[in-house]
């Protein structure tokens, strides 16, 4: 089964995506920071994380910049997700979705993107 940590500090956002991504078959995991998000994602990987840009503690981009940094640490499909027009260019995440996200988007570029890290890792 695939797996996702959602990451939010609003949590009926946290609690929507949530359903819709259990709702299709996917062991959900969320936090409400990046820092916890870290330390969940570290302690038991998953196959895609979803997290919004701007959090308090540690934002969804210094937790993709550690999720691609940090030795040791699996390749993991990463969605940045935002209410802004458009994402920080400084940040390497592999899909960016606009708040609100309507939830077919969401579960199609988590499959899309969990296809093609698959791609990657047997390179």
């Known amino acids: ?5 959602l990451v939010d500090d609003e949590e009926e956002t946290l609690a929507a995506l949530s359903a819709v991504c259990a709702a299709d078959g996917f062991t959900v995991r969320t936090a409400t920071n990046g820092e916890a998000a870290l330390a ?3 302690e038991s990987p998953v196959d895609v994380v979803v997290a919004d ?3 308090p503690v540690m934002s969804g981009s210094e937790l993709c910049h ?3 940094t940090v030795p040791g640490i ?3 499909a990463f969605i940045l997700v935002s209410g802004e027009p458009s994402p920080p260019a400084f940040v ?7 708040k609100p996200v309507a939830p077919a988007v969401l579960l199609t570029t988590m499959r899309r ?5 698959v791609g990657h890792r047997q390179s």
């Open 1 to 5: 089964m695939a797996s996702v940590l």
């Open 40 to 42: 969940m994602f570290i």
């Open 53 to 55: 840009w701007r959090m």
């Open 66 to 68: 550690r999720l691609r």
């Open 74 to 76: 699996p390749d993991v």
């Open 92 to 98: 390497s995440f592999d899909g960016f979705l606009r």
């Open 113 to 117: 993107l969990m296809a093609d890290h």
